[in-house]
């Protein structure tokens, strides 16, 4: 690569993102990250064949998208590339109730995700940066700030409020409110990375993403793989609350074990299960998912998801069938009511949950995941089906008891925070 | 030629019985009717058919009207509406029919090449289309609809567009009550 | 050249017109929406399932085309 000198590279194998918060404790403002990181290198790859080289080292980085989906962050700026005038979008909406590490970096190092917002914008050559965040966010004053300390960059950022509904944040409900006021997802094709914005290719990239593509475009391809596993290189972002006794956001090397990050947070050695991803995650029974790694295909061989890296721990004395019902019933509340089998199919499936809880049968619950799964515009049903899935599977046991007609006596419990509106799901 | 203008007549007015044959079948499969021996696909044909049915008729009537030459109607009054000499208005108000009718079916027969919105967007037109082509059948027709049997006629099609309007604004789906119970206010912003 | 059904999920209102045209295909879940058969669109029904296509009240149904790679 004439021409091209990326900067010398930290020694931390796993403070990345997180770096020199751990030392100053105090969030970077822009001359604390350009001391600690130097400007974005924009001028390394300047021009047509400078574009070209970004995209490759992101390419070979293999780096894959941190906000849920897990999509190689390489392939989705190619594919915008291809198109003329793009939008790039920062999806700073952070909607999972058990996640809380957007909000952590996005408070601790503002810049990082911007100056990733910035390459990639450099990189597909687009127009404008929108970034994305839930409306009466106390994030909005923080990025406002950030974004008027920095010198113009290769496109005008502006920030976006959005409704805070939880599949407002779904690639395509983005790109629908940008486009027509409406905050709910549509259907695919066309895929936003062919048509967004505008009728304008999208590229739409979850704040972490684009915090460790500025890293990737500094450090280089090689530095990122240094850490993590083969299909899931680099540091990824955990939050890690519930039985815990020090709840909060962690950057671990992905592939590091579950049981890891729950000592980070001193979990209670006596928990059951932690939920895995997110709240339309899946359920891993402990001691089991203790040595099991944070990288997307191993989660996936267990049936789990790496989701939002948020990790919650249920203690012994509750009952995960019990709050895989709330869980179920919250993200039937939270359907944007457009397709049949998600707007009929979730409460359907939190009522033959709730019905198991009651001491019933629950008999319907198996069929109907199988039909729910996949019929929706978007992949908010599949979600739904996918937690209920590993609930039966990993508290096979209090579902055989309340089956054989013992009600649950932890009815009435709340573990989860699950606000829908102003009222806490029951 | 005379004998086209009786023609010309009928045919008139079995366009509407069949125009309103073909609104009602429509209000059936918009309110999802169906039985035993008719399923909703047969609903569904039926108004397709009984449409192209009554646009067949509506055509000999047009044609006819015009062929015959006894009230001067000119081809450009059929479609274009209140310049005719003959009967201005009510003439006028069977041209703006026909322009419906013809949008109408030319939407349908290109449904799926044209964008869903447009074709939905004029096909609400045919509530518009019929009680027009009532008008103008009523208005136009004079003794043969205003009295004895043609009045009957016009009454029972008017009777039928309304039971049938009447049903379809009854009944509701639960998909249709589960869209409309979104608060869209929840879900904008810009 | 290979084709598919595929409904627009968001469009579709439980009419249930496909499903009676195509049953070989396409059923109905307890609420009334089709659940499509896996798969390629057998050529022996390509006509039935043009129809259910230019049948369905809200142009939900659609068949599409995918171009068969040599890897396929």
Redesign the interface.
């Known amino acids: 690569m004439t021409g091209t000198t990326l900067a010398a590279a930290p020694l931390d194998t796993h403070h990345r993102l997180l770096a020199g918060w751990y030392e100053t404790g105090t969030p970077a403002d822009l001359a604390a990250h350009l001391t600690r990181h130097g400007p974005a290198p924009l001028d390394v790859y300047a021009g047509q064949q400078g574009r070209a080289r970004l995209i490759d080292e992101v390419d070979r980085s293999g780096l894959r998208g941190r906000g849920g989906a897990g999509f190689p962050t390489g392939r989705k700026l190619r594919a915008v590339a291809q198109g003329r005038r793009p939008t790039v979008i920062v999806n700073a909406c952070e909607g999972e109730p058990v996640s809380g590490k957007d909000h952590a970096l996005l408070t601790l190092a503002p810049h990082l995700v911007i100056d990733g917002a910035e390459l990639a914008a450099h990189a597909v050559d687009a127009s404008e940066i929108i970034v994305c965040l839930h409306d009466g966010d106390r994030l909005g004053r923080v990025l406002a700030a950030a974004i008027a300390e920095r010198p113009a960059g290769p496109a005008p950022i502006r920030l976006q409020p959005v409704p805070p509904r939880y599949v407002a944040s779904e690639e395509s409900a983005l790109v629908n409110l940008l486009n027509t006021g409406d905050a709910r997802p549509?259907?695919k094709p066309p895929r936003p990375d062919q048509r967004g914005v505008g009728g304008r290719p999208t590229l739409i990239n979850n704040a972490e993403t684009l915090a460790q593509l500025a890293l990737v475009a500094r450090y280089g391809a090689d530095w990122f793989r240094g850490t993590g596993t083969q299909d899931t290189p680099g540091t990824t972002l955990v939050t890690v609350t519930g039985a815990v006794r020090k709840p909060g956001v962690h950057e671990v090397a992905c592939g590091t074990p579950i049981g890891h990050a729950l000592r980070l947070a001193d979990a209670a050695v006596d928990a059951q299960a932690v939920l895995v991803g997110g709240i339309a995650g899946a359920w891993l029974p402990l001691p089991f998912a203790a040595q099991v790694p944070l990288a997307h295909r191993e989660l996936a061989d267990t049936g789990a998801t790496l989701g939002v890296g948020a990790l919650f721990v249920l203690p012994a004395a509750a009952c995960g069938v019990a709050e895989t019902a709330r869980i179920v019933r919250y993200l039937a509340g939270e359907s944007a009511a457009?397709?049949?089998?998600c707007m009929?199919?979730l409460p359907a499936l939190a009522d033959d949950l709730t019905q198991i809880t009651d001491g019933g049968g629950g008999a319907h619950l198996a069929r109907r995941l199988a039909?729910v799964e996949g019929?929706?515009?978007c992949r908010h049903p599949d979600g739904a089906v996918r937690v209920a899935r590993s609930a039966l599977h990993t508290f096979a046991t209090d579902v055989r008891r309340h089956r054989a007609g013992h009600p649950c006596i932890h009815i009435g419990q709340s573990h989860i925070p699950l606000l829908q509106g102003n009222r806490s799901i029951r | 030629m005379i004998g086209l203008w009786y023609v010309s007549r009928a045919a008139g007015l079995l366009a509407l019985v069949l125009l309103t044959g073909t609104v009602v079948l429509g209000a059936l499969?918009?309110g999802?009717a169906s039985s035993a021996a008719w399923?909703?696909?047969a609903v569904?044909?039926l108004h397709r058919n009984l449409s192209l049915l009554t646009i067949t008729f509506v055509a000999v009537h047009v044609v006819t009207a015009v062929v015959d030459g006894y009230a001067g109607i000119a081809w450009l009054d059929t479609v274009l509406p209140f310049v005719s000499v003959y009967h201005p208005f009510w003439l006028g108000l069977g041209a703006a029919a026909f322009d419906l009718l013809l949008a109408l079916v030319v939407t349908s027969l290109l449904?799926?090449r044209i964008s869903?919105r447009l074709?939905r967007a004029v096909h609400w037109a045919a509530y518009a289309c019929w009680p027009v082509a009532l008008l103008h059948g009523f208005g136009i027709g004079a003794g043969d609809t205003q009295s004895g049997w043609g009045l009957v006629v016009v009454l029972a099609c008017l009777a039928a567009a309304i039971g049938a309007v009447l049903w379809r604004v009854g009944t509701s789906?639960?998909?249709?009550q589960a869209r409309s119970g979104v608060n869209e206010k929840a879900w904008s912003g810009r | 050249m290979t084709e598919h059904l595929r409904v627009?999920?968001?469009?579709?209102?439980?009419?249930?017109?496909c499903a009676?045209?195509l049953p070989e295909l396409i059923e109905l879940?307890?609420?009334?929406?089709p659940?499509l058969a896996a798969g390629a669109l057998p050529a022996p029904l390509r006509t039935e399932a043009t129809e259910a296509?230019?049948?369905c009240?809200?142009?939900a149904l659609r068949l599409t085309t995918t171009r068969t790679t040599a890897s396929q």
């Open positions: 549509t259907s457009q397709c049949g089998p009929f199919g039909v019929r929706g515009a | 499969t918009g999802r399923p909703r696909f569904a044909a449904r799926t869903p074709w789906h639960p998909d249709t | 627009d999920r968001i469009a579709c209102r439980a009419h249930g017109l009676e045209l879940d307890e609420w009334g929406y659940i296509v230019s049948v009240p809200t142009l």
